[in-house]
């Protein structure tokens, strides 16, 4: 099998005359976990829906672990989904629900049993496998959920907000987890999240969506590249080796060098030109005047990079594309 | 707590002891009876029933003991309450079947699992109709009290499961479509349920229906107040099963075309937009 295992091209899809989602064009191959990323009312929802078959697409390709939308009851058999706000059995128990679903992918009832309890497991929920679904927080229906979506073994799993009203631990619980399905499973996962900092963490590749349209799509550095993020950097050396520092950073043309007013041994370095398309542009600036300071022996008694992070180009990205 | 997600140790899914050839639609409907049933609803719709139909039937003994009612008519009147009030809890439970699920959030879980939309509605029509066939097993020890008397136990119970099931099937397929295509759970049921009041309320007119073409073109044109007449020809009457047939022609059309058209837009009703165009 190809390890491309998600290919979207050119989805559309229109409720008369609004679009939903317009033109979104990206893939995704094994053990990659996808940042599907934009503002409320982006098109998230709705091309993961595209891409799980719950929705037809007006117009446009595309392919799930190598089989074409056409072939919907394939692509359901290799999908794994967790819906946005999905609700849950309040009569039925962890066990029960988990079972059911393993059922309806054709599993016997003695595997859907052995698939439930390790599921339940790995989740943290064997310890409460029979009790009632009601009875759970909403963290523990979330990791439930995702442990349904991975009953049939799926080649890629679909999480729309699995960390939507979790506390911070909560939070945590489940990106350790959606780590796990890309790691030991060999499985893609396709995230949609607003927790930033955590696609940044957890994501090889980062789609943009805003207004139905992907505005940029890459890896993390490529997209805060392409965002043109001025990224600068906080430099501090002894006071008595400032102007040197600075004479060793003059060789940068591209930097912009400054000394703060209230912290005299502080200087600022900023680029003028953000590069596009090379995803370590700036990084790789800031990183030869760095070892240009000390190559100096010059020592450095704090460096801090900043405004270089996947939130700072998003709300570029998405603030742009408003205006 | 692990939270290593690693896949299960079992073997592929094509592997035969692995894989159960049961059909979607068995164990949708498997689980939605069970969910019916243990959720409480189904209980408390029976235990009301059950109420009713002690009070009906305690009320048409004591006519019949006072010469006010023959036993056949009582016998008539308690199934004809068992027809009606097991259709109505069918339909309620059905219209809630597809626009519940959706308010629910618990739809999209299964319309992305490999089971076909028909299967999922064949699954819910079925749990929909263990309420008429609960309501009927609870309705079989009223009709004996009051039938075995006059000998007609078993054909009271025969043609009350047979006509009753019929028009089961019919409305509760009209249940599922009126589901898939409102936006609303509560505008579903309420639709339902008023549907029903219109069909019913031809039989409760204090001397029936007027006689003559036009009232009896209505009268067969509704399928539940055709379907109580067939009953009351074959147990009141005494005609044979065969002779008012053309009564059961509207419940079995409205069982053909409401369940046909259930097979037909299923792939259409069952989706997370009401309406058999949009999504």
Known sequence: MTSMTVEAVRLTKHYGDRSAVEDVSFTASRGEIVGLLGPNGAGKTTTIRLLTTVLSPTSGEFSIAGHPSTASAEIRRSVGVLPESSGYPAHQTGGEYLRFFARLYGLSRGVARTVAAELLAAVGLDDRAESLISSYSRGMRQRLGIARSLVNDPVVVFLDEPTLGLDPAGQAQVLEIIR???????ATVVLSTHL???????????VILNHGRVIVSGSVGEVISTALIKQSAQLRVPLDRVERARNVLAGFPDLTVDQLMEQPDVLTLAMDRP???????????????LAAITAAGIPVLRFELEGARLSDAFLKVTSEAVA | MTLQVAPPDVTTPQDEAVVDRQSGWVLVAEQETRDLWTSGRGLILLFLFSILLSGVTYLTSTNQALNFLEQRESVNLVLQLAVAVGVLVTLVVSADGISGERER???????????????????????ALTMWFATFGITIPYVWVLARD??????????????????????GSVGLLISGLCNSNKTSIVASIFLLLILFAPTQLPSGLPQGGFFDVLLRANPVASALAYISSVLVEGQSWTEDLVLLITPLLTAIIAGGALVLAGERLVKLTPGVNAG
């Not at chain 1, 900092?197 to 590749?205: A, D, F, L, T």
């Not at chain 1, 590069?275 to 005047?289: H, P, T």
């Not at chain 2, 959030?105 to 749990?127: F, H, Q, Y």
């Open chain 1, 180 to 186: 796990g399905i890309a790691k030991n499973r060999d």
């Open chain 1, 196 to 206: 930033l900092p955590e696609v940044e963490q957890v994501c090889s590749k980062v």
């Open chain 1, 275 to 289: 590069r596009a398309g090379s995803g370590s542009g700036s990084s790789d600036l800031m990183n030869a005047a």
């Open chain 2, 105 to 127: 959030g618990t739809l999209e879980s299964l319309l992305v699992t490999p089971v076909s939309r028909r299967s999922i509605i064949a699954g819910k029509l079925i749990a």
């Open chain 2, 150 to 171: 006059v000998g007609i136990l078993g054909q009271a119970l025969a043609l009350g499961f047979l006509v009753g099931t019929l028009v089961a099937i019919g409305l």
